[in-house]
């Protein structure tokens, strides 16, 4: 539960970062995300990958955000692989993750041309045998969560690009009205879940989210339940349409809820401080566009780390996409969330190079950790990082740096082949450490 976070950020119990010439601990005291929405009476959100909420990544998954959605662990796919067989366990221990980090979850997703197991795309299906294969599909997945999801994405990216209605598994068996009935169902099986329509580049008023927004009109018209629309937002470095807002009040003025559910702002590699910079201006509008609106209550980013992003392998050559780098430092489109949430947040000075440390894994007597040098805006031919441990640790084993330990002081060195780190690039070392009773997170400085 909250009340046992002890007042401090979960994140900064596990993860540091220094700044070259200025105060060391300055991302450490950043409020987390979190609590910014909270006071502006926002969602923040991410996708998250279940094997991943360990270490680290879980550190930030819960203590950053408000709100988990699965990014693939509720698929039709993913649950029920082969015909009456189901596999739960990724969408569960997600649910149970956020149940112990006092987050909403959003259930993600359950009409979608994409994604659905092989036994249902290959067959045969009258229409009656489709539109019961949704009924059930919809009334198993739905009740097993009720009462423990905040809001469905019930039907995923219906539209083409000029508004007409996306061929599809659904449409071609059971026309338009396959989208009122999916409501329906799920509503009957939860009904105190919201249910969402969301999509893709319906972020500014264009055919396609006019499409969307006639579609909503008309199923709340016809008294279907509809809830809310879900903006995707896979959007472009410095692409953020100009209409998102006006686009988002629409909505609102329809009488809906709003959600930015998948954000990520996707850049061409490498990334340097430039790219970067425009980035957070970029997070920083979307987010700002949805604190204007009060009926958009929640801004999910599709990944938070660029290590789990789906940018990369979709896109080659694009990536970067998402708020914090493959090392989990925040990057500067954190501080554009935080800012845009109301926060007072310390943005490195361009020029500047930090280090951040992190617990990557911990077991019973020892644990792995890492240190990311990172640079942007300025850049080094040799580095040093040091910091104190506080409760007994000790280095047993480094790569990628020559570390001492005297005492309880550490310093690590970059070895023959890293000393250098570009503008816009990092680097990372690592290291096995034992403890025992508590292993909190130094304050790390770079030198
Ligand atoms: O993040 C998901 C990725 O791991 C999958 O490979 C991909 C398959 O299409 O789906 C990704 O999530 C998608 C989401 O479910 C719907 N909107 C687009 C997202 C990115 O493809």
């Excluded at 489709?130 to 009334?139: E, V």
């Excluded at 660029?306 to 954190?334: C, E, H, I, Q, R």
Aim: charged fraction near 10%; charge should be negative; aromatic fraction near 10%.
């Amino acid at each position: 539960m909250r009340s046992l976070r002890l007042g401090l950020p979960l994140a900064a119990l596990f993860t540091g970062v220094a700044l070259l010439f200025t105060a060391p601990t300055a991302h450490a005291a950043d409020t987390p995300l979190r609590d910014l929405a909270a006071a502006q009476g926002k969602v923040i959100g991410t996708a998250v990958t279940g094997s991943k909420l360990t270490g680290t990544y879980g550190d930030l998954a819960g203590g950053q955000f408000s709100s988990l959605t699965p990014g693939n662990a509720m698929k039709w796919g993913t649950v029920e692989p082969t015909q009456g067989t189901f596999n739960w366990t990724e969408a569960d221990q997600i649910v149970a993750f956020a149940q112990a980090h006092d987050q909403q979850v959003r259930g993600h997703t359950l009409v979608w041309h994409s994604q659905n197991p092989g036994w249902l795309t290959n067959g045969t299906w009258t229409s009656a045998q489709l539109g019961s294969l949704l009924q059930n599909h919809i009334s198993t997945e739905v009740g097993r969560y009720k009462g423990e999801i905040a809001a469905w994405d019930v039907v995923n990216e219906p539209f083409n690009e000029d508004g007409s209605y996306r061929s599809t598994i659904w449409y071609n068996g059971l026309g338009s009205d396959y989208i009122a009935n999916a409501l329906t169902w799920a509503h009957a099986a939860d009904p105190a879940a919201k249910l969402y329509i969301n999509d893709y580049n319906v972020e500014g008023v264009n055919a396609k989210s006019t499409a969307l927004y006639n579609l909503v009109k008309s199923l709340k018209a016809a008294g279907v339940p509809i809830d809310g629309v879900g903006l995707q937002a896979h959007l472009i470095l410095g692409q953020v349409p100009a209409t998102l807002q006006q686009n988002i009040q629409r909505f609102a003025d329809l009488g809906v809820d709003v959600a930015i559910t998948e954000l990520d702002v996707r850049m061409a590699l490498p990334s340097d401080s430039t790219k970067l910079a425009q980035q957070k201006a970029d997070f920083k509008s979307v987010v700002a566009a949805c604190v204007a609106v009060s009926r958009c209550v929640n801004v999910t980013v599709w990944g938070f780390t660029d290590s789990d992003s789906w940018v990369d392998s979709t896109f080659p050559g694009y990536g970067a996409a998402t708020p914090y780098d493959a090392n989990y430092a925040p990057k500067p489109a954190y501080h554009g969330i935080a800012e845009a949430l109301g926060g007072t947040t310390t943005t490195p000075p361009t020029g500047a190079c930090t280090a951040a440390y992190a617990v990557s894994s911990q077991w019973n007597t020892g644990f792995t950790g890492q240190v990311t040098i990172s640079c942007s805006g300025a850049s080094l031919t040799s580095w040093k990082v040091n910091w104190t441990y506080g409760a007994g640790q000790q280095i047993t084993q480094a790569w990628n740096a020559t570390c001492t330990q005297s005492g309880a002081s550490v310093s690590c060195a970059n070895a023959s082949y890293n000393g250098t780190v570009a503008d816009g690039s990092s680097v990372t070392f690592g290291f096995n450490a034992s403890w025992t009773g508590s292993n909190p997170v130094p304050t790390v400085t770079l030198g």
